[in-house]
């Protein structure tokens, strides 16, 4: 730490994380370790079955690859430095590795928010404008709206670092938390947080209650639509093109606008901390599970694939 100002500045953190439950330490480590590796591996697999199979080199798969690799880049922007500091106790963090953390999880975050509102018209051109969906879903529409999502969320993610860690941090160090989030960080500023208050709801409202609007819009011409095709196994099918992302969808959001939207009287740092594991960890080990469950597309492409490196195998040991 560094004296200025007759007060001590703060230059590094101290993250808690579970350093409270001890005896929990092995069992935490295993579990997270566990679902950590995991979304690697399923999100890992999704984007290279997407990649491999033409049959799936469509809007839908192009905008659900990209949210596999927002997710892997999600996860690993915590839970790395999170089994770390479960092991080895060193739970130290500096304010610069603070911000650019925060920095990274956040534009991450937003990114994700957006690119779940462009697969949500995606879904609208689907079911609602079948006969023009490819031509409205072009494949410079696609890049546009995936690039916009992480342009807007990293934009968004940089004003919103910027007014929290130019704060002025001399209160105890220890952030009760095991990454550097936004509610455990602001708490500790000495100095007025108004500004940045004002700056995250902003924003909060500009990128989640929008993108959240434009899923609801999206949403309800879908159900219309839904509801003037005759036959139940017609309606059936068409909802189910759109069932995953709704689920996955109303996983993510829920769980941020209850984290980040809520006021601040009510937080809980132990009520924050689990929801916190859910959104950052172990939503993104659900997305491809979700997305691939009741997917006729994806279960086609994985058939496939085992065919097709079974018969290698065969003609293999056969020479």
């Not at 065919?307 to 290698?312: H, N």
Request: hydrophobic share 50%.
């Amino acid at each position: 730490m560094a004296a200025g100002r007759n007060n001590t500045v703060v230059t590094k953190f101290i993250l808690l994380g579970f350093s409270d439950q001890p005896q929990m330490k092995v069992f935490l480590f295993m579990l997270f370790l566990g679902i950590y590796v995991l979304t690697l591996a399923w999100n890992l697999s999704l984007i290279t079955l997407i990649r491999m199979d033409t049959h799936l080199h469509t809007p839908m798969y192009f905008f659900l690859s990209n949210l596999s690799f927002l997710d892997i880049c999600y996860s690993s922007s915590a839970a790395p430095k999170m089994l770390s500091d479960i092991i080895t106790n060193q739970n130290t963090i500096s304010f610069v590795g603070c911000a650019t953390q925060y920095f990274v999880f956040c534009g991450l975050g937003l990114s994700e928010c957006l690119l779940l509102a462009a697969m949500a018209y995606d879904r609208y051109a689907a079911v609602c404008k079948p006969l023009l969906y490819m031509t409205l879903m072009s494949h410079t529409l696609c890049l546009k709206l995936v690039a916009g999502a992480y342009m807007g969320g990293f934009l968004s993610s940089l004003i919103e670092t910027f007014s929290i860690y130019q704060q002025d941090f001399c209160r105890p160090n220890i952030i009760n938390h095991f990454f550097c989030d936004l509610p455990p960080v602001l708490s500790l500023a000495c100095s007025d947080i108004f500004t940045s208050q004002v700056v995250t709801f902003i924003l909060g409202v500009i990128v989640g209650v929008m993108s959240v609007l434009e899923v609801l819009i999206s949403y309800g011409y879908i159900v219309a639509a839904v509801l003037k095709i005759s036959s139940a196994k017609g309606r059936s099918k068409a909802f189910s093109t759109s069932a995953s992302h709704l689920t996955a969808v109303t996983l993510f959001y829920g769980s941020g606008l209850f984290m980040y939207m809520r006021p601040s009287s009510s937080y809980s740092l132990s009520q924050n901390k689990v929801v916190s594991v859910f959104y950052a960890v172990v939503i993104p080990m659900m997305n491809p599970i979700i997305y691939s469950l009741r997917n006729k597309d994806i279960k086609n492409a994985v058939r496939k694939a085992v065919e097709r490196d079974y018969k290698l195998s065969h003609e293999h040991s056969f020479f």
